[in-house]
């Protein structure tokens, strides 16, 4: 395949605002590349489902989007502020507006679930505790959690239940922008399709922009408006899920014609 990208710029596009802006991008970690010359907007509003196959840097990418990898070279705007440049103040302010959950959840072991909600709270506000206990307990609440959970400690946490408890922190501060990391992963069909629901209800009652790396497809299928494919050290298409069975490339082709695919799209058509 030649190095044509696939991606488009429609009118529709240049009326949307985009939240996340990369440009440029690439990350190289020793003699490794793993991005170069890397494009991607995310709008407000979508739910964006980053997929690619194993070793395009597909965690890489949202780890360089919220800080914790310094790309090589490129540049990231995030609700227009220059992260990788812009002065430490402004970029401190505007990590306050975006949340992340990470696959295995990253919760502090040695506190309760609580106290992981209410953790960016204590760091980012002057709340009182009993002010943030409360806010926590609600958030708790909104990610179907029982509040027999918020005493408890990760290690007493179910795997969907730790995954639900590191979505209440990420939308502890009420974000306009949830970077999720594998968030289906080893769950169970029944508990995948019910976290799918979960993210598809926050992002519609919170107006919530999601930007969701996955391998899942029924998740692509039940709540993704677009998608970004990883390939070739770069996004090498991207646009509705619809669109990608008409990509001319094997790696698209196979993931998203092969059985599985056909199957998540009959099952996402029933939902």
């Given at each position: 395949m030649d190095g044509t990208v696939l991606q488009k710029t429609t009118q529709a596009d240049t009326q949307r605002e985009a939240v996340i802006r990369v440009r440029n991008l690439t990350n190289q970690f020793g003699p490794q590349v793993v991005h170069q010359h890397l494009d991607l907007d995310v709008w407000r509003g979508e739910v964006l489902g980053i997929v690619g196959g194993s070793g395009t840097g597909k965690s890489v990418l949202l780890r360089t989007i919220v800080g914790l990898n310094k790309p090589t070279a490129g540049s990231i705007e995030v609700l227009g502020v220059d992260v990788l440049n812009g002065p430490e103040q402004e970029r401190r302010r505007i990590e306050q507006r975006w949340g992340v959950a990470f696959q295995d959840g990253a919760l502090f072991s040695s506190l309760t679930v609580l106290q992981n909600v209410i953790a960016p709270l204590r760091e980012h506000t002057g709340m009182s505790e009993s002010l943030m206990c409360a806010l926590g307990s609600l958030k708790i609440s909104l990610v179907g959690l029982p509040q027999l959970s918020c005493g408890k400690f990760p290690s007493e946490l179910s795997g969907g239940m730790r995954k639900r408890a590191a979505l209440a922190r990420a939308l502890a501060m009420d974000p306009e922008i949830v970077f999720l990391d594998e968030p289906t992963a080893g769950l169970d069909p029944i508990g995948a399709a019910a976290y799918d629901d979960l993210i598809g209800e926050l992002q519609n009652a919170l107006g919530l922009t999601v930007f969701m790396v996955t391998h899942d497809l029924d998740s692509l299928y039940a709540i993704c408006d677009r998608i970004a494919v990883l390939a070739e050290k770069r996004v090498l298409v991207e646009g509705p899920i619809e669109e990608m069975t008409k990509v001319d490339h094997p790696w698209v082709?196979?993931?998203?014609?092969?059985?599985?695919?056909?199957?998540?799209?009959?099952?996402?058509?029933s939902r």
């Open positions: 082709q196979e993931y998203f014609t092969g059985p599985r695919a056909r199957a998540a799209q009959e099952k996402g058509q």
